[in-house]
C-alpha cells in the first residue's frame, strides 16, 4: 500500500515544505495519509490544516473520518459538529453523525440527524434507508416501511434495503409483502439466501402455507446445514402441523447447532430452542 503511494506521498510532501502555511495541501497530505490508513499521520495532517486556519471545514470533516475510522465515534461526532458549525449546509457531516450514533445503538438520535440530512438533500436514498432502519430498532414498523418505500421511490433498490423493508413489513404482519421482498434480496444477493430463503419459510407459515413453507426450509437446511435458525423454522411448522415429535427433533437440532458456542447459555436463538423443546417433552 504505501508502495503504490510513494511517488504521490514525496510530490505532495514536497509541496508542503515549499508552502509550508498552505492548508489545502497539509489536507491533501491528510487526505493521502488516510487512504494509506497511516492515521495518526492523517490526523496530525488535518490539525495543522486547522492551526492555520481554523475554519476550514474540509479539513475539520476529515478529522471527523479520521476518528471515525479508529472507531472513536464520539470524537468522531464532535468533529462533524464542529464543521456543520463552519458549513451548516454540509449534509455529508449530518448523515455521518446520524451513521456514527446509529453505530453506538443510539437510535433516537441518529434518526434526528438523519431526517436532518434528508432536509438538506431530500433526493438521498441512503438517508431514507437510514431512517427505516432507526425506525426498525426503535419498534416503529409502519413507519420504517414508510422510510424504505421513499428510499425505493428515489431509485435505491439493493438487497440490504429489500431485506430490511421486509423485516419491517413482517414485523407489521404484512407477510405477503415481506415475502416479496425477501425474494428480491434473493434474488439480487445468492450468498446470502439462506437468510433470505429461512424468512420466507417464516413468512408462509405465518400465511398458512404450510406445504410451501416447509419446502423453503428444508431447502435451506438441505443447503446451509450449519443455520440454526433453519431447524428452528422446521420446528414452528411441524409444531402448526400438529407434528410433535418431528418439531421436537428440529429445535433439538437447533440447539445442538448452537450448543457449540461457549456462551450458548446466552444465545437467543438457544434459549428459544431449548424452551419449546421442554415445552414439547412435557407434551409427551
Keep these: 500500500m504505501k508502495k503504490y503511494y510513494a511517488a504521490e506521498l514525496a510530490k505532495v510532501k514536497s509541496m508542503v515544505e ?29 490539525r495543522t490544516a486547522l492551526r492555520i486556519k481554523p475554519d476550514f471545514f474540509e479539513a475539520q470533516y476529515n478529522l471527523g473520518n479520521v476518528y471515525f475510522k479508529n472507531k472513536k465515534h464520539w470524537k468522531a461526532i464532535v468533529a462533524w459538529m464542529e464543521a456543520l458549525i463552519i458549513n451548516p449546509k454540509l449534509e455529508s457531516a449530518r448523515f455521518n453523525i446520524g451513521f456514527a450514533y446509529y453505530n453506538l445503538e443510539e437510535f433516537e438520535d441518529a434518526l434526528m440527524e438523519f431526517i436532518r440530512a434528508s432536509e438538506l438533500n431530500p433526493e438521498s436514498a441512503d438517508t431514507y434507508f437510514y431512517q427505516g432502519m432507526c425506525h426498525y430498532e426503535l419498534e416503529q414498523f409502519v413507519r420504517a416501511c414508510d422510510c424504505y418505500s421513499k428510499a ?40 446470502e439466501a439462506h437468510v433470505a430463503r429461512n424468512n420466507m419459510a417464516d413468512c408462509l407459515l405465518q400465511l398458512g402455507l404450510h406445504k410451501e413453507a416447509m419446502q423453503e426450509a428444508s431447502q435451506v437446511v438441505s443447503e446451509k446445514p450449519e443455520y440454526a435458525q433453519a431447524y428452528c423454522t422446521l420446528g414452528e411448522i411441524h409444531v402448526a402441523l400438529g407434528q410433535r415429535q418431528e418439531a421436537l427433533n428440529q429445535f433439538e437440532a437447533a440447539m445442538r447447532l448452537t450448543k457449540k458456542s461457549s456462551r450458548s447459555k446466552e444465545n437467543p436463538l438457544y434459549v428459544y430452542a431449548s424452551e419449546v423443546a421442554k415445552s414439547l417433552q412435557k407434551q409427551a
Excluded at 515549499?18 to 499521520?41: I, T, W
Excluded at 404482519?173 to 434473493?186: D, F, G, I, N, V
Aim: charged share 25%; hydrophobic share 35%; proline share 3%.
Design 18 to 46: 515549499a508552502d509550508a502555511m498552505n492548508p489545502v495541501l497539509h489536507k491533501d497530505l491528510g487526505n493521502l495519509f488516510y487512504r494509506m490508513d497511516s492515521l495518526s499521520l492523517a490526523e496530525d495532517s488535518y
Design 152 to 191: 425505493m421511490e428515489l431509485g435505491a433498490d439493493g438487497d440490504e434495503l429489500h431485506y430490511n423493508y421486509g423485516n419491517a413489513l413482517y414485523s407489521s404482519e404484512q407477510y405477503a409483502e415481506a415475502l416479496k421482498h425477501y425474494r428480491k434480496a434473493l434474488e439480487l444477493n445468492p450468498e
